[in-house]
């Protein structure tokens, strides 16, 4: 990614020699990268063809259909992203060939002073405003601009315009979609040395023009949780739930009989359960499937998770 850098490789990702990376796809079910199981007697085999075989083991008594509707990425944004727009669901089919939109959000991993976040539109602004501001070159000035902290969490609602960049590392969790439209590109030239390719018209008509300003969320406290774990929810939305658990004592998954995907920020922590056991890192992702309700975390000291589940 012409955005991108280096620092995943501080989450034990093996990048080549040379070059800038910006995205790892931790579980993914898109045709463009399709996950697949790393350990076990299911070793190899990818994720559409567990959903074809064990769509009820994974998902439980109601499989949806389609595609795996989740997406978990970490996002290293060296430079700044182009601002850009992803497409509700409607518009994702009819305008990018896509099965679903593209809602997601963001929790900071890390931020350099530097580091920016646009975020939704400034209050008052109106499509005549981003049209004149494609038009000077100056379009960030239509965008509400938050100074990113570690631990911040962004909720972008499809239709969301948006960048982020200048040294920011993400946990970044979303609907199973690529579809992206470019509103502008910082006049850079891409990884072959020509301009990226934008795409004003389909961008423009998929801005939620309704939506304002993003905040960062105020997470809501979970209860039901031992002492020693805490934790709150991030993000509530159709498509996902997202969760952040700080622990320094054993617990079990808050939602036994439901697919969820576990992100490790900080720490270590063992996840166990009927004969299971296996210790994991920072930036390291797992998926623990509806039909294994045993399971449990057991952290080595503090440590602090990000869940990803299905409303």
């Not at 609602?157 to 946990?171: D, E, I, S």
């Not at 809501?220 to 709150?232: A, F, H």
């Not at 054993?250 to 720490?267: I, K, M, Q, R, Y």
Request: hydrophobic share 40%; net charge negative.
């Amino acid at each position: 990614m012409v955005w991108g850098g280096r620092r995943l490789e501080e989450f034990g990702k093996r990048l080549h020699n040379q070059g800038h990376f910006g995205e790892s796809w931790e579980i993914s079910g898109h045709p463009l990268h399709v996950s697949r199981v790393a350990e076990g007697p299911l070793r190899g085999r990818l994720l559409t063809d567990l959903l074809a075989s064990h769509a009820r083991e994974l998902y439980g008594a109601s499989p949806p259909p389609g595609r795996f509707p989740l997406l978990v990425k970490l996002l290293d944004c060296r430079d700044l992203l182009s601002i850009q727009v992803h497409p509700s669901d409607p518009l994702a089919r009819r305008l990018a060939g896509e099965e679903f939109g593209k809602t997601e959000a963001w929790v900071v991993l890390a931020a350099e002073p530097e580091g920016k976040v646009y975020a939704g539109l400034a209050a008052g602004v109106t499509r005549a405003d981003v049209e004149r501001g494609l038009a000077e070159g100056n379009l960030e000035r239509c965008l509400h601009a938050v100074t990113p902290r570690p631990g911040d969490c962004l909720f972008l609602p499809a239709g969301t315009v948006h960048a982020v960049g200048g040294g920011v590392l993400l946990a970044e969790v979303q609907q199973t979609s690529d579809a992206t439209f470019r509103l502008y590109d910082w006049n850079r030239p891409g990884p072959d040395g020509k301009p990226r390719e934008l795409h004003v018209d389909k961008a423009l008509e998929s801005i939620d023009w309704s939506a304002g300003p993003v905040e960062p969320a105020k997470g809501e406290s979970l209860g039901g949780l031992p002492e020693g774990v805490r934790g709150e929810r991030l993000v509530r939305c159709r498509y996902f739930l997202l969760d952040r658990v700080r622990a320094e004592a054993p617990f079990e998954l808050p939602a036994p009989g439901h697919l969820s995907l576990w992100v490790v920020l900080t720490g270590v922590a063992t996840l166990a359960g009927g004969g299971y056991q296996r210790a994991f890192g920072p930036g390291e992702t797992v998926m623990a499937p509806a039909c294994r309700d045993d399971l449990r975390w057991e952290p080595d000291g503090p440590a602090t998770l990000l869940a990803a589940t299905l409303p």
